[in-house]
C-alpha cells in the first residue's frame, strides 16, 4: 500500500520588501545612470560615450537580432557548464567533505586548480582540443568546479553530527536520509555555490568566446573593440549583465529563500 | 500486559575505550552489565560523565568500538529513541519529523491520538524552530512512541520541562510502554524521577562506569508516595554516595 501523502507545512508568507527599499535600489541605479551621463558630457569623447547612445546600440542590434542570437549562445554554454560544473563539483565536494582519507589525497590537487588563472585552462583547453565548442564548455568547466567543490566539502564537513546520530538510531534507509537529512543540510552552501558560480561562469564564458569562439557576447565585444566601438562594447556587456542579474534575483534568490524558509524569522 | 517479563534485552561490556581530541585514552566503561526484560522499567543513574550515555549508544548499535556483547543485534527491535537534547530535523515539519523516524511502508499511520496525548495538535504543522524547548522534547517523545517500539530509550528526557508538564508526559509514555509491553531503560540524574517510575534502578560508578548497586523496586506506581520516595532516596544516598546526591 502507498504511504499517505504528509501534511506539509504551513507555508509562511513571503518575506515582504518595503517600497522604501525599492526606491533606495531604484535610485542608485538612476543615480549611476546620471553619474555616468554627467561624465560623458564632460568628457565628449568617444571612449566614454553617452547612455542614450549605448542605448541605441542595444535597440538598433536587437532590432536585426544580433543582440539576442549572441546572448542566445553565451547563455547556452552558461547553462550547459553551470549545470555540468555544479553537479561534479557537488560530487566532488561532497565526497572530501565526508572522506578524510579523500580530503587529505585530493586537497592539493583542488588547490591547485583553484589557484591556476581562468585564462591559462582556456588556452590549454584550446591547444588540447582545438578551437571547438567541446573545449570551450569543458575550460569552463574546468574553471568553476573547484569552487563549487570548495563550498560544498565546507556544507559536508559541518553536518550536524546529532541528526546524523538520530537517522542512524531511527535506522533511515537511503533515500529517506539523502532527501531529508542530507540535502536540506546541503542547500544553503548549494546555493551560495550557485550565486557565486553564476556571476563566475558568465565572465569565464566570455573569455572562452573571445579567445576562440565565432558567436556569443565576449566575441561581440571583441569585435567592437576592434573597431574601438565602446558604445557597442558597453550594450552588449550591459545587456548580458542585466539578464544575469535578472536570473539572479528571480530564480537564485528565491531558491536561496526557499531553502532557508524553516529558519526561525531573526 | 502481553509477552510482559519475556527477556529483552541482553548488554555486557567488558571495555569502551575513546580517544579525546589529544588522542589520550579514557576508559568509558568497564564490565558493565545490564539485563532487560519485557514490560520492565529500568533507570540508570550516575554522576555526570560517567559512562551513561556511551552505554545507551552501544545499546542502540551507535558505537560497536567496544569489548562485549549486545544481545539481540539491535538492527533486529524495535526502539524508540529521546535524546538529551530533541535533534528534530529543522525543515520538516513536526508532523513530518514524526512519520519520517516510521518504518517507510507505515509513514502513513494515523497519528490524530499520539499528537493529542503529547498536546501537539494544534503544533502538527509548525517547524521545530517555531516550538520551544519544552515542545521540542514533546515531539521527540512523539516520534519515540510512534513507532509502537519494544525498547525504548530515553535519556533524560523530562529535563527542561515544568513538573506538571513532566509528570504528564511521564504518564503518556508508561501508559504506551505498558500498552506493548516495551522496555525501558532510561537515563536520568533526577534520582526522585527514578523513584516515581522504575522498577529497577541501576546506579552507576563514576567513569568508568560499572554497576555500583541496584535496587528492585516493586511497590506499585500508583502507590509510591512522595514519603516513601524521600525515606529511600535518603537511604541511597547514604548507600552510594558517589552516585546520587545526599
Given at each position: 500500500?502507498?504511504?499517505?501523502?504528509?501534511?506539509?507545512?504551513?507555508?509562511?508568507?513571503k518575506?515582504?520588501?518595503?517600497?522604501?527599499?525599492?526606491?533606495?535600489?531604484?535610485?542608485?541605479i538612476?543615480?549611476?545612470?546620471?553619474?555616468?551621463?554627467?561624465?560623458?558630457?564632460?568628457?565628449?569623447?568617444?571612449?566614454?560615450?553617452?547612455?542614450?547612445?549605448?542605448?541605441?546600440?542595444?535597440?538598433?542590434?536587437?532590432?536585426t537580432?544580433?543582440?539576442?542570437?549572441?546572448?542566445g549562445?553565451?547563455?547556452?554554454?552558461?547553462?550547459?557548464?553551470?549545470?555540468?560544473?555544479m553537479?561534479?563539483?557537488?560530487?566532488?565536494?561532497?565526497?572530501?567533505?565526508?572522506?578524510?582519507?579523500?580530503?587529505?589525497?585530493?586537497d592539493?590537487?583542488?588547490?591547485?586548480?583553484?589557484?591556476?588563472?581562468?585564462?591559462?585552462?582556456t588556452?590549454?583547453?584550446?591547444?588540447?582540443?582545438?578551437?571547438?565548442?567541446?573545449?570551450?564548455?569543458?575550460?569552463?568547466?574546468?574553471?568553476?568546479?573547484?569552487?563549487?567543490?570548495v563550498?560544498?566539502?565546507?556544507?559536508a564537513?559541518?553536518?550536524?553530527?546529532?541528526?546524523?546520530?538520530?537517522?542512524?538510531?531511527?535506522?533511515?534507509?537511503?533515500?529517506?536520509?539523502?532527501?531529508?537529512?542530507?540535502?536540506?543540510?546541503?542547500?544553503?552552501?548549494?546555493?551560495?555555490?550557485?550565486?557565486?558560480?553564476?556571476?563566475l561562469?558568465?565572465?569565464?564564458?566570455?573569455?572562452?568566446?573571445?579567445?576562440?569562439?565565432?558567436?556569443?557576447?565576449?566575441?561581440?565585444?571583441?569585435?567592437?573593440?576592434?573597431?574601438?566601438?565602446?558604445?557597442?562594447?558597453?550594450?552588449?556587456?550591459?545587456?548580458?549583465?542585466?539578464?544575469?542579474?535578472?536570473?539572479?534575483?528571480?530564480?537564485?534568490?528565491?531558491?536561496?529563500?526557499?531553502?532557508?524558509?524553516?529558519?526561525p524569522?531573526? | 500486559?502481553?509477552?510482559?517479563?519475556?527477556?529483552?534485552?541482553?548488554?555486557?561490556?567488558?571495555?569502551?575505550?575513546?580517544r579525546?581530541?589529544?588522542?589520550?585514552?579514557?576508559?568509558?566503561?568497564r564490565?558493565?552489565?545490564?539485563?532487560?526484560?519485557?514490560?520492565?522499567?529500568?533507570?540508570?543513574?550516575?554522576p555526570?560523565?560517567?559512562?551513561?550515555?556511551?552505554?545507551?549508544?552501544?545499546?542502540?548499535?551507535?558505537?560497536?568500538?567496544?569489548?562485549?556483547?549486545?544481545?539481540?543485534?539491535p538492527?533486529?527491535?524495535?526502539?524508540?529513541i529521546?535524546?538529551?537534547?530533541?535533534?528534530?530535523?529543522?525543515?520538516?515539519?513536526?508532523?513530518?519529523?514524526?512519520?519520517?523516524?516510521?518504518?517507510?511502508?507505515?509513514?502513513?499511520?494515523?497519528?490524530?491520538?499520539?499528537l493529542?496525548?503529547?498536546?501537539?495538535?494544534?503544533?502538527r504543522?509548525?517547524?521545530?524552530?517555531?516550538?520551544?524547548?519544552?515542545?521540542?522534547?514533546?515531539?521527540?517523545?512523539?516520534?519515540?512512541?510512534a513507532?509502537?517500539?519494544?525498547l525504548?530509550?530515553?535519556?533524560?528526557?523530562?529535563?527542561?520541562?515544568?513538573?506538571?508538564?513532566?509528570?504528564?508526559?511521564?504518564?503518556v509514555?508508561?501508559?504506551?510502554a505498558?500498552?506493548?509491553?516495551?522496555?525501558?531503560?532510561?537515563?536520568?540524574?533526577?534520582?526522585?524521577?527514578?523513584?516515581?517510575?522504575?522498577?529497577?534502578?541501576?546506579?552507576?560508578?563514576?567513569?568508568?562506569?560499572?554497576?555500583?548497586?541496584?535496587?528492585?523496586?516493586?511497590?506499585?506506581?500508583?502507590?509510591?508516595?512522595?514519603?516513601?520516595?524521600?525515606?529511600?532516596?535518603?537511604?541511597?544516598?547514604?548507600?552510594?554516595?558517589?552516585?546520587?546526591?545526599?
Amino acid at each position: 500500500m502507498r504511504p499517505a501523502a504528509m501534511t506539509l507545512p504551513t507555508r509562511r508568507p513571503k518575506p515582504w520588501h518595503p517600497p522604501a527599499a525599492l526606491l533606495v535600489r531604484l535610485a542608485s541605479i538612476l543615480a549611476l545612470l546620471a553619474l555616468w551621463h554627467v561624465a560623458a558630457t564632460l568628457a565628449a569623447s568617444r571612449t566614454l560615450p553617452p547612455t542614450a547612445a549605448v542605448f541605441e546600440v542595444m535597440l538598433r542590434e536587437t532590432r536585426t537580432g544580433e543582440l539576442p542570437a549572441h546572448i542566445g549562445a553565451t547563455l547556452a554554454r552558461v547553462a550547459v557548464s553551470f549545470t555540468l560544473a555544479m553537479a561534479i563539483g557537488t560530487v566532488i565536494g561532497v565526497a572530501l567533505g565526508r572522506v578524510r582519507a579523500l580530503d587529505r589525497a585530493f586537497d592539493t590537487w583542488l588547490l591547485a586548480v583553484l589557484n591556476t588563472p581562468a585564462l591559462v585552462v582556456t588556452v590549454l583547453a584550446y591547444v588540447w582540443l582545438g578551437l571547438t565548442e567541446a573545449a570551450a564548455i569543458l575550460a569552463v568547466t574546468v574553471n568553476k568546479i573547484p569552487n563549487v567543490a570548495v563550498i560544498m566539502r565546507e556544507g559536508a564537513r559541518s553536518l550536524d553530527p546529532g541528526l546524523e546520530e538520530m537517522r542512524r538510531a531511527y535506522r533511515f534507509d537511503r533515500a529517506t536520509w539523502i532527501r531529508h537529512v542530507l540535502l536540506p543540510q546541503l542547500a544553503p552552501y548549494w546555493v551560495a555555490a550557485a550565486r557565486s558560480g553564476l556571476a563566475l561562469v558568465w565572465k569565464i564564458v566570455l573569455l572562452v568566446e573571445l579567445l576562440g569562439r565565432p558567436d556569443g557576447v565576449g566575441y561581440a565585444i571583441s569585435y567592437h573593440f576592434q573597431l574601438f566601438d565602446v558604445a557597442g562594447l558597453l550594450s552588449y556587456s550591459i545587456a548580458f549583465a542585466a539578464i544575469v542579474f535578472a536570473i539572479d534575483v528571480l530564480v537564485l534568490q528565491p531558491l536561496e529563500t526557499h531553502a532557508r524558509r524553516w529558519r526561525p524569522a531573526a | 500486559m502481553p509477552g510482559a517479563g519475556a527477556p529483552l534485552l541482553d548488554l555486557a561490556v567488558q571495555a569502551k575505550v575513546y580517544r579525546t581530541a589529544d588522542a589520550a585514552p579514557v576508559e568509558a566503561v568497564r564490565g558493565l552489565a545490564l539485563a532487560l526484560v519485557r514490560g520492565e522499567t529500568l533507570c540508570l543513574i550516575g554522576p555526570s560523565g560517567s559512562g551513561k550515555t556511551t552505554t545507551l549508544r552501544i545499546l542502540l548499535g551507535l558505537d560497536r568500538a567496544f569489548v562485549g556483547q549486545v544481545a539481540p543485534d539491535p538492527e533486529t527491535l524495535r526502539i524508540g529513541i529521546v535524546f538529551q537534547e530533541p535533534r528534530l530535523l529543522p525543515w520538516r515539519s513536526v508532523e513530518q519529523n514524526i512519520r519520517l523516524a516510521l518504518p517507510r511502508r507505515e509513514r502513513g499511520r494515523p497519528l490524530d491520538d499520539l499528537l493529542r496525548d503529547l498536546g501537539l495538535t494544534a503544533w502538527r504543522n509548525r517547524f521545530p524552530g517555531e516550538l520551544s524547548l519544552g515542545m521540542a522534547r514533546r515531539v521527540a517523545l512523539a516520534r519515540a512512541l510512534a513507532g509502537e517500539p519494544d525498547l525504548l530509550v530515553l535519556d533524560e528526557p523530562f529535563v527542561s520541562l515544568d513538573d506538571r508538564a513532566a509528570a504528564e508526559l511521564r504518564a503518556v509514555v508508561f501508559a504506551a510502554a505498558e500498552r506493548r509491553a516495551a522496555g525501558v531503560l532510561m537515563v536520568t540524574h533526577n534520582i526522585r524521577e527514578a523513584l516515581d517510575v522504575a522498577d529497577r534502578i541501576v546506579l552507576l560508578t563514576p567513569r568508568p562506569a560499572r554497576v555500583l548497586g541496584e535496587v528492585a523496586i516493586d511497590i506499585p506506581r500508583a502507590e509510591r508516595t512522595r514519603a516513601w520516595a524521600e525515606r529511600l532516596r535518603g537511604d541511597l544516598a547514604r548507600r552510594y554516595p558517589e552516585a546520587v546526591a545526599a
